[in-house]
């Protein structure tokens, strides 16, 4: 697929489809934006000639802790870097939310987490910038592409079209998600860690988990337990 115009900000096809608040805001504010899938990273921030764009992956601190307990993380570092290597674009994190999070609700030590950061900052030569909320994500994102040249500045590309390939844990996430949005998603699969064993939980069971009541545990029991039949059209 060809931009046949200059853009501004490209947003991620999936991440769009999770957040789509993240367009309707950089549209409020002037910007230039189309959806694609990116081969790597969430937001492309497309620059003048004689500036890099940059390439950018989105974070969540909770997010991160969990890319770091099944050891994800270096795998996503390194398709980040090489896409940007590839492209010739500037590679960059964005970590999402209060770092305190790890000790005081999740019992890890802080020191390892930032060991993992400077790793990637380091080893990766991927800069991290940590900010406090999303509403602050999307005002540092729409700062960054507005600095890097008007719209009528920057370069046409050419971008991939390849869809970039679910990981199986993103195929996991896009399945429960299917049940019930993204926030119970999660604590869903906190809280049962696979999907057969959501799949097999009674509805008390499944009342168990912060934000799922009696209603919905019902019904999550019903899809699972319910017969399926043709619907005759």
């Known amino acids: 697929m060809e931009l ?13 489809s999770k957040h789509r608040e993240f367009y ?21 921030l497309l620059a003048r000639e004689g500036r890099k764009p940059l390439l950018i992956e989105r974070k969540t601190v909770n997010d991160l802790l969990n890319s770091i307990r099944d050891n994800r993380v ?11 290597d590839r492209d010739g674009y500037q590679p960059f994190i964005v970590l999402e939310g209060w770092l305190g999070v790890v000790e005081k609700y999740r019992q890890w030590r ?36 507005k600095s890097l040249g008007r719209t009528g500045e920057k370069r046409v590309y050419r971008l ?14 896009y399945v429960a ?8 998603a999660r604590k869903l ?5 696979t999907l057969k064993a959501i799949a097999n939980a009674s509805i008390v069971e499944l009342m168990r988990v912060e934000g799922i009541g ?7 029991y019903a899809i699972f337990n319910t017969p399926w039949k043709p619907v005759d059209r």
């Open 110 to 145: 802080i020191q390892s987490v930032l060991r993992v950061i400077d790793t990637i900052i380091l080893d990766y030569g991927i800069p991290v910038i940590n900010t406090p909320n999303k509403r602050a994500t999307i005002e540092w994102i729409a700062a960054k592409a």
């Open 74 to 84: 270096w795998e996503q570092s390194k398709l980040l870097r090489e896409a940007a």
């Open 214 to 220: 009696e209603k919905r545990a019902t019904e999550i």
């Open 177 to 184: 998600e299917g049940l019930v949005g993204p926030t119970l």
């Open 24 to 44: 309707d805001e950089f549209r409020r504010r002037g910007l230039r934006v189309a959806v694609q899938s990116l081969p790597a990273g969430d937001f492309l």
């Open 160 to 173: 991939r079209v390849e869809k970039k390939p679910m990981t199986i844990h993103e195929r996991i996430l």
């Open 189 to 193: 699969l906190q809280h049962f860690r």
């Open 4 to 16: 046949l115009t200059p853009i501004d900000i490209v947003i991620d096809s999936r991440e769009h």
